[in-house]
């Protein structure tokens, strides 16, 4: 599987990019400090995996919630409430791990977390809209990947 599955510049056209940075004096708590607002919650946490695993084992997750006034792609959605466990992506370990919005409501938009400190005070959510498939993740993966890279550099 790979970048024949899926063109690079439709990646890019669906990849977007959020920061959200550690409310001090928690564990758990994140607050949106960079990106487009209104995509996801302004707050959201980061917790250990509480629920039963499924075909993919999963050891966090992310759950948030829109205010009654804050504005959200999903606001309409699960009584405002957004939620996913983070599966690890194989061969890329430098990710947290991806997750999706949601299949329940056939959505599926793409999470990938990073973090280059572990999510100990912030780390970036990457979403790519329409690219939750299994058989897209290792291309978003890759794309990625050189993406972060070339950030650095």
Not at 9 to 20: A, F, G, N, P, V
């Amino acid at each position: 599987m790979g970048w024949d599955l899926i063109n690079i510049d439709t990646i890019r056209s669906r990849h977007q990019i959020l920061t959200y940075q550690l409310k001090q004096g928690t564990k758990s708590s994140y607050y949106l400090m960079d990106g487009t607002k209104g995509l996801l919650p302004e707050r959201l946490s980061f917790i250990p995996y509480s629920g039963k695993d499924g075909i993919r084992k999963a050891y966090s997750e992310i759950d948030g919630r829109y205010k009654i006034n804050e504005p959200g792609l999903y606001y309409l959605m699960n009584e405002r409430k957004i939620h996913t466990k983070l599966i690890p992506v194989k061969n890329y370990s430098q990710f947290i791990g991806w997750g999706e919005i949601d299949e329940r409501f056939r959505i599926y938009d793409l999470l990938i977390l990073y973090s280059a400190n572990g999510c100990q005070h912030d780390f970036q959510i990457h979403h790519f809209k329409g690219l939750a498939k299994i058989e897209l993740l290792e291309s978003v993966c890759n794309y990625l990947q050189s993406f972060l890279m070339q950030k650095a550099s």
